[in-house]
């Protein structure tokens, strides 16, 4: 029995291979969107864990000179002898690799990647070796493959490393392992030329992409909700289209339990075969777009990430538990249905608005009380998971109100219509919603998607301009490489340059929080460049008559810090004088007064300066510095180079989501074309009698080319603030929970009316070949309607 | 005695309440007979066909095929017997679309476990279809559909056949081309056949003849 029954339920798709392209198409492209987008996130995380395994890079506490001079093998011996647990490092660049040597027998567990604790690679790294990730070429050694080393990175033992970059002797930094002595002599009187500067929770590199990879990861979830309403309409009319063969196989004696899990078999393994399938499409597609999101993260964050893919475990995974997941979600509603089918009930295809009909009061209650959720989480919610629940609230809640509110136009405009074929066209059409209403939420989702993540990335583009304009103000930015060369840069750009503006911090606790106080010079540059998100009235007079203190966003917000609020600096209180924003900054920052650094900070010495002067002039004065200072013009960072180059991450960003958009959108014409090709064989019966009564079958496929684009076009509208809200969730709930700054929106009335056009050409190419078939269909199939024999 | 229904009573609910289709119908039916069943429109023919075939459920009273009751059965009890001990023949043929012609015919019989080639074989060339085995059912005329239907009913040899106006949709020279090769075939089988119809032409070929009456025997 079982034999046969599955014989038949497969032939159907046999018969009608069309819908079975379109389920597998539908659960693949799904699939591809978010296994692409995860295969991205998860290559680009692996390179950080790589990256931050490879120095164990915020985890530990360092020892580092004042000076930021290297340290001497002399002072390392020192410190042993005193009781301190300390490793050296030291790095370097050969070429584009990143060399770092390590002492084997010193390092704390954790400081370099697993394969260094392991005893046959210490044995293995003696002599010309080094350890690095595939693809690493570096001349003069011998290069052990490490698959968990980061790209463009190799490890070496650190007299290897010495000798690589003819740095013999020296040490960069110090590692302190995190169990010490219970006695040892003070840092102070051991080494008094170190500072400690203490270990942070989490890869900075981690925390800083963190922002880039949540956007992915959410436009990932939306793409997938797209994509199962596809596959949700898919199966919905797939089960439609046979309700008559279940019938008839009920009423032939086969039971409905084992019907029902045939049913479910032969779907699980279609969404099997649909998932590889997408899960390899995600992988092109991953494969294309990776090189853009590496090159865009090591822009903005100098993150490596690999430009190529390897096959992750984790994704494949991934890729298909949300295939056979999204199936399953999308199926159980239709097996339920079935489950509940009488026998007697209509074998053949229902009118889907009977049923719509029917459902239309439950999903109206569900929507009101999605979108009450949704309002509800946006007052009152402050956490990820809020901002998460109140993304998913708002956009299922939307999309099951879509077909309400369209049916509402609709009927609107059907009162109002005048013509007899104006009052069929708006009937009909109303009579068609049902059927597309699926394929019309996923194209809502898939442009309030585009609109919200447009808005976001170019929101984020204008603020980080912005932002550069404001903390990149001077002209020209000078690094000294020894105490003297600092002072003799002062002084000659005091000579030479309009203002010289000294870049001084250290690293302190401020309310409990890790941060960086910052000495700012009393100049013309900070009081016209800096905006503030809240300050007193003349917040730098505060600052530079000692008294006030200029905080970050991240840090007001983590130590709950207002304006006028006193807080201490090493012991010296400054009050709150204004709050900036400080984008993508994972700690919190501080300024004060230049004196009031000095006073704090005596051994610290401004090893970075900033140089105003006409733009015209940098060149010159770049090359004038070389030739009478001895400043190379490696350690000079221009402006509007680093503007440049800001610019040409961003557009690389664009890409990327330019990208997703068009592919997003694809998807969404693709639930269009799947649902109208599915429902004109139900047109027919649909369309003869208005043939019949003197349309021409011309006038016919031309309404129903103009119904998508009016349904497509109602869809737009409706998606435009939804977008926005999506928008103002990621930028004002999600990001501020997750990363404690909040980036300010803005308006792009371009940008969607383009996605509006796209959304409409989607739109129009998937209606196109519904609409020409139904202009072709042969006068004898519409005459079949009237015919006994149908 | 192959059939017995006793008492049968069966209502839907409409919006105006409950519509009583059938109240206290009783029959009996032997192997080898055949009995028309005819009526007014919703004078509950097929109600009752589709109660005595285990489509459906009566309000009251009892079903016995075979001395069982079937509404003893559970679902998949039901199930069993539909496909082993009695055949139904739909006016809408409903004829799976996606199989062949000749998977058609086989198909109950096969999901009965009673396949036998030969027997298929003889009655697809006696109601005209072997040149149509390759065919899917859109391809075929209304009679052809329906002798499909009669052909898959039959195949199986069931006990007891039930036709709902197995010609209604056909012309009268078709339908008692279709009817004379049905007789035929019970009779050959020995089969009980209980066939609603509104044709006095065909209902009188029949051995016995039912008449219902607002759900009732008249």
């Known amino acids: 029995m079982i034999g046969v029954t599955f014989t038949a339920l497969i032939w159907h798709w046999r018969r009608n291979p069309l819908q079975l392209f379109t389920l597998l198409a539908g659960l693949a492209l799904a699939t591809a969107l978010w296994s692409g987008v995860q295969a991205i996130n998860a290559e680009a995380r692996a390179s950080y864990d790589a990256a931050a395994a490879t120095l164990g890079e915020g985890r530990f506490d360092r020892l580092n000179r004042r000076d930021g001079q290297p340290i001497s093998e002399a002072t390392y011996v020192q410190l042993r002898r005193a009781g301190w647990l300390v490793s050296p490092v030291i790095e370097g660049r050969i070429d584009s690799v990143r060399l770092v040597g ?301 077909p309400l509110i369209l049916s509402r136009v609709l009927d609107w405009a059907s009162v109002r219509a005048t013509g007899v074929v104006t009052q069929w066209f708006w009937a009909d059409t109303r009579q068609q919603l049902p059927g597309l209403s699926l394929a019309l939420m996923a194209l809502l989702l898939a442009m309030a998607a585009n609109i919200g993540v447009s808005t976001m990335v170019s929101s984020f583009r204008l603020t980080f301009v912005a932002f550069l304009d404001q903390r990149l103000s001077s002209e020209l930015y000078v690094n000294a490489e020894t105490p003297a060369q600092a002072i003799a840069i002062e002084a000659y750009g005091k000579a030479n340059a309009d203002a010289v503006l000294p870049v001084q911090s250290e690293k302190v606790m401020i309310s409990g929080q890790p941060a960086e106080v910052f000495g700012g010079r009393d100049h013309s540059t900070y009081r016209e460049n800096w905006r503030f998100l809240q300050a007193q009235a003349m917040p730098w007079d505060a600052v530079h008559t000692g008294q006030g203190i200029l905080i970050n966003e991240q840090l007001a917000r983590r130590a709950n810090l207002a304006i006028g609020e006193t807080i201490a600096v090493t012991g010296q209180v400054y009050t709150v004088a204004g709050v900036y924003g400080d984008y993508g900054n994972p700690i919190g920052q501080a300024v004060i007064d230049e004196g009031q650094f000095a006073k704090l900070f005596p051994d610290v010495r401004p090893v970075r300066f900033g140089i105003r002067m006409d733009r015209d002039k940098v060149a010159a ?126 308006l792009f009335p371009a940008d969607y009316a383009r996605l509006g056009g796209l959304a409409l050409l989607a739109a129009t190419i998937a209606a196109l070949w519904p609409a020409l078939r139904l202009a072709r269909t042969p006068p004898s199939d519409l005459l079949k309607v009237f015919s006994n024999e149908r | 005695m192959l059939l017995t229904a006793h008492d049968i009573h069966k209502s839907y609910e409409t919006a105006d309440g409950p519509f009583k289709v059938l109240r206290g119908v009783d029959l009996t039916l032997d192997g080898g007979e055949t009995l028309a069943l005819t009526g007014e429109s919703g004078s509950g023919k097929s109600t009752l066909l589709h109660l005595i075939g285990g489509l459906d459920l009566p309000d009251q009273g009892e079903i016995l095929i075979d001395g069982v009751d079937i509404a003893a059965r559970d679902d998949t009890g039901r199930a069993v017997m539909r496909r082993g001990v009695v055949g139904v023949i739909f006016q809408q043929f409903n004829l799976i679309p996606s199989l062949r012609i000749g998977d058609n015919i086989a198909f109950q019989a096969r999901l009965a476990g009673r396949y036998d080639p030969a027997w298929t074989e003889n009655l697809t060339a006696r109601l005209g279809l072997s040149e149509q085995l390759k065919k899917y059912p859109e391809q075929l005329s209304g009679g052809q559909q329906q002798r499909v239907a009669i052909a898959r009913t039959l195949a199986p040899r069931p006990r007891l056949v039930l036709a709902d106006e197995p010609t209604g949709n056909l012309d009268e020279d078709t339908a008692a081309t279709v009817l004379d090769i049905l007789l035929e075939l019970v009779e050959e089988t020995g089969a009980g056949l209980m066939m609603v119809t509104h044709s006095h032409a065909l209902a009188a070929r029949m051995g016995r003849r039912m008449h219902l009456r607002a759900g009732q025997v008249a």
């Open chain 1, 102 to 402: 390590v002492e084997l027998l010193t390092a704390p567990g954790g400081l370099a990647p697993a394969a260094f604790g392991d005893a046959a690679a210490i044995a293995g790294l003696g002599g010309d070796q080094v350890i690095a990730a595939e693809g690493t070429k570096l001349a003069g050694v011998r290069v052990v493959i490490d698959p968990d080393i980061a790209p463009q990175t190799a490890i070496a033992d650190i007299g290897t490393a010495q000798k690589l970059l003819n740095r013999a002797g020296e040490i960069d930094t110090l590692v302190v392992a995190p169990q010490q002595p219970l006695i040892q002599a003070a840092l102070a009187d051991v080494a008094p030329e170190l500072t400690r500067q203490i270990a942070q929770s989490g890869s900075d590199i981690g925390r800083l992409t963190d922002s880039f990879h949540l956007n992915l990861t959410a436009f990932g979830l939306l793409s997938f909700a797209v994509g199962i309403f596809i596959v949700h309409g898919a199966i919905g009319l797939a089960f439609e289209q046979r309700r008559g063969t279940v019938r008839t196989l009920r009423a032939l004696g086969v039971p409905l339990r084992p019907l029902i899990l045939l049913m479910v078999a032969e779907l699980l393994s279609l969404a099997f075969l649909a998932g590889l399938i997408g899960v390899g499409l995600g992988y092109v597609i991953a494969g294309l777009l990776l090189p853009d999101v590496a090159a865009t993260l090591r822009g903005l964050y100098g993150a490596d990430v690999a430009g190529t893919l390897q096959l992750r475990p984790i994704w494949w995974a991934s890729g298909m538990a949300i295939a056979l997941g999204g199936t399953a979600i999308a199926a159980s509603g239709a097996l339920w249905k079935l489950s509940r089918l009488p026998l007697l009930a209509g074998g053949n295809p229902r009118a889907l608005a009977v049923a719509a009909g029917r459902g239309a009061k439950v999903q109206g209650f569900a929507a009101v009380v999605l979108l009450t959720a949704a309002a509800i989480l946006a007052l009152f919610g402050n956490s990820i998971l809020a901002g998460f629940a109140l993304l998913a609230a708002l956009l299922i809640g939307a999309a099951l109100a879509l």
């Open chain 1, 621 to 746: 004065f770049v090359a004038a510095m070389a030739r009478d200072i001895d400043v190379p013009a490696a350690n000079t960072i221009h402006q509007a180079g680093i503007k440049a180059f800001s610019l040409g991450v961003f557009e690389r960003t664009f890409t990327v989501t330019t990208a997703l958009n068009i592919l997003t959108l694809a998807v969404a014409g693709f639930a269009i074309l799947m649902s109208l090709l599915t429902l004109t064989a139900m047109r027919v019966p649909q369309l003869a009698p208005a043939w019949a009564m003197g349309m021409t079958r011309r006038n016919l496929g031309a309404s129903e080319l103009v119904r998508t684009l009016l349904l497509a076009s109602m869809t737009a509208v409706v998606a435009l603030p939804l977008g926005l809200a999506l928008a103002w969730v990621l930028l004002a709930v999600v990001n501020v929970a997750a990363f404690g700054w909040q980036l300010p929106m803005y």
